[in-house]
């Protein structure tokens, strides 16, 4: 995972990326064809980079289109005229005035206001017969369901959807490639979406993604991906793109990892996420709390001096890059926090990093130490995203 400097993924699991107990997406033998390295990643083989290796990937989405196989995430289908309703008791965001046909970012919560997960939402019209559609992420998948059944099932339907496959098309020229194959995506602007025939597949996509840049997700039954993966890759903009460039894309566009940046521990208002929750949730608000952790969120949200830990975006001033765990500290050299996620941002040829530090050091342009093998790297914490953002809005 190197492309002069290392470029770590979080550990998901022991096993081997030859391990016969791990799984297989529906593109398996499509990644071998194309010569990717596999590891093993939340219970599957996945692809973390192809012969290009992975700074070229990056760069590539960035200037044109990548293709990622995300089909170790999970799907499923929240069905009943109730679903907003019963989602919005585990989720601290407003589900219920979500228009259909938009999509929003949510975070599962523990009754401490830990998250247990993040997700995204879709209203595919779930009031007039259709459905909330549920992406989680996959090391979480199984959990998630469980959870979402266990607290909801007797309100509407929990329908997991192991037979679907899950791409992204990400990158600037994304929609032009897309475009060709299915006529009308380019109408649709960020978190919207529908149902369309892509190469003669039958596909429920998203114009979202997790790279900063325009693009889009593409849902489909896990018998046509392969036909869907290589018309992609007929295109001439898209390239096959793996996980270790997918992981230094989201950081730079200041996105957290489950597992990494966010965790049970962790409170929304902590991780800096406070845009997530809409008015209509917090105190004031017409469905203001109802969900696990609303005192704790709310008073953080009320009182930010409540807080013992932001996070922060990280900018190495010297070329060193600063990995996951490692610990930060003020000038005076006493520990005030630790970084979540870091490597060297390929856009913008910086070391960039993402963690939690006290209150009192998060203020953008403070400058702290990161402590790397016994070495103090100077950092100054920087505003996110570190790769402006190009989601295309109309």
Known sequence: MAYGHVVCLPRRTPLSATDPNLLKTPLHNLHLELGARMVPFAGYSMPVQYPAGLMAEHLHTRQAAGLFDVSHMGQLRLVGPDAAAALETLIPVDVIDLPAGKQRYGLLLNEDGGVIDDLMFFNRDYA??????????????VGDIAHIAQK??????????????????QGPQAVAALSRLAPGVEKLVFMTGGRFTVAGCDCFLTRSGYTGEDGFEISVPASQADALAGALLAQPEVKPVGLGARNS??????????????????????????????????????????????ARVLAQLADP?????????????????????TELQNMEGTAIGEVTSGLLGPSINQPVAMGYVQPAFAAIGTLVNAIVRGKAVPMQVSAMPFVQNRYFRG
């Open 128 to 141: 007039n017969g259709g459905d909330i559609f549920v992406i989680v992420n996959g090391a979480c998948k």
């Open 305 to 325: 001096a409540t807080l013992t830990r932001k996070r922060v975006g990280l900018i190495a001033l010297e070329r060193v890059p600063v990995r996951d765990h």
């Open 152 to 169: 909801i099932g007797t309100r509407c339907q929990v329908i997991p959807m192991p037979d679907m496959a899950l791409l992204a098309l």
């Open 249 to 294: 894309l989201r950081l730079e566009a200041g996105l957290c990892l489950y597992g990494n940046d966010l965790d049970t521990s962790t409170t929304p208002v902590e991780a800096s996420l406070n845009w997530a929750i809409q008015k209509v949730r917090r105190t004031g608000g017409a469905r203001a709390g109802g969900f696990p952790g609303a």
